[in-house]
């Protein structure tokens, strides 16, 4: 399974927008990239995930390197709320499965 | 969207005995996965969960110590078997209702405690 590299931890003022990287040069051709996060003491939740174009939903938004290997998950207007841990995962269209690493802490300052 | 419910919420064990983990799925799904996430750190996944036939264990994972049910499209049971303190961890079941790029739901997750 290919792998992925963020920073251990991140830290954003509230209101602010927060851009949190995501390097995975061993991207295969039909990986998908998936963000989820996880608030503390609750199981992960799906963020969003993209192929090759950059993605928006209500949550965040997903751009992605032209060359694929490396992607940024951007929260437009931190809130509290959004302090979690912050995985991105390659996930493969035949399987399902998600192998998660270490994931980026992301702590929000009021 | 899916709501998935797990029980036992937490328990506390002693090494040796064994405990039965279940997770509901509020709506049917296609796939269904296991997941255990020791104290301060990521999830490592145990098993894809598949109806009427074995789980597909990943490496490090087997059948003995892990088994796994899943009867139908909404329910899967993890076994965790003759207990050590190392089993002390969360699980968590997750669960997607199409395909593989599916959007997967979690569990809230079962603390387990093995003394």
């Known amino acids: 399974d290919a792998k992925t590299t963020q920073p251990n931890s991140m830290e954003s003022n509230e209101e602010e927008p927060v851009h949190l990287p995501c390097n995975h040069s061993?991207?295969?051709?039909?990986?998908?990239i998936h963000w989820y996060r996880q608030l503390p003491s609750q199981g992960p939740e799906y963020v969003i995930h993209?192929?090759?174009s950059n993605v928006n939903n209500r949550m965040a938004s997903l751009a992605i390197a032209e060359d694929r290997k490396s992607s940024t998950l951007i929260l437009h207007r931190a809130t509290l709320r959004d302090a979690a841990v912050y995985y991105c995962i390659l996930g493969t269209s035949n399987t399902g499965k998600l192998i998660f690493g270490q994931g980026t802490t992301l702590q929000v300052k009021p | 969207s899916a709501v998935i419910s797990q029980k036992p919420s937490r328990d506390i064990c002693q090494r040796g005995t064994s405990l039965t983990i279940q997770c509901q799925v509020d709506?049917?799904?296609?796939?269904m996965f296991w997941y255990r996430q020791q104290p301060g750190q990521s999830l490592t996944l145990i098993a894809t969960?598949?109806?009427?036939?074995?789980?597909?264990?990943e490496s490090g994972f087997v059948i003995d110590k892990f088994p796994i049910s899943r009867p139908n499209l909404t329910f899967s049971t993890l076994t965790v078997s003759n207990m050590s303190p190392e089993d002390s961890s969360i699980y968590l079941c997750s669960g997607a209702a199409g395909g593989p790029l599916d959007t997967q739901y979690f569990g809230p997750g079962t603390r387990l405690t093995v003394l």
């Open positions: 969960a598949n109806q009427g036939s074995e789980a597909t264990y």
């Open positions: 993209g192929l090759t």
């Open positions: 709506s049917q799904v296609t796939m």
């Open positions: 061993t991207i295969s051709g039909t990986d998908y």
